[in-house]
């Protein structure tokens, strides 16, 4: 069944409403994931900025993880 679609002049206040709820949810969905995102690069960065404080050889092992993970979120 074909969804119904709406116009400027059929559209009741009911189904405009919801929307816009909709609409907003939506909204409000991207905002969280991109709090979580941003949470997450300040996260990797102090995990970066603590590597300095390692050996060389456990900060050269937790970068190239870092890396690797940066490589594969991106496709």
Known sequence: MTPKR?????ITDDALDALYD???RGWRRGDEWKQRALAAEAAVERVQQACHEL???HARRILAALAQHEENSSK
């Not at 709406?6 to 059929?10: G, H, I, K, M, Q």
């Open 6 to 10: 709406y116009t400027a002049s059929t």
């Open 55 to 57: 050996p060389y050889a």
């Open 22 to 24: 909709n609409a907003n």
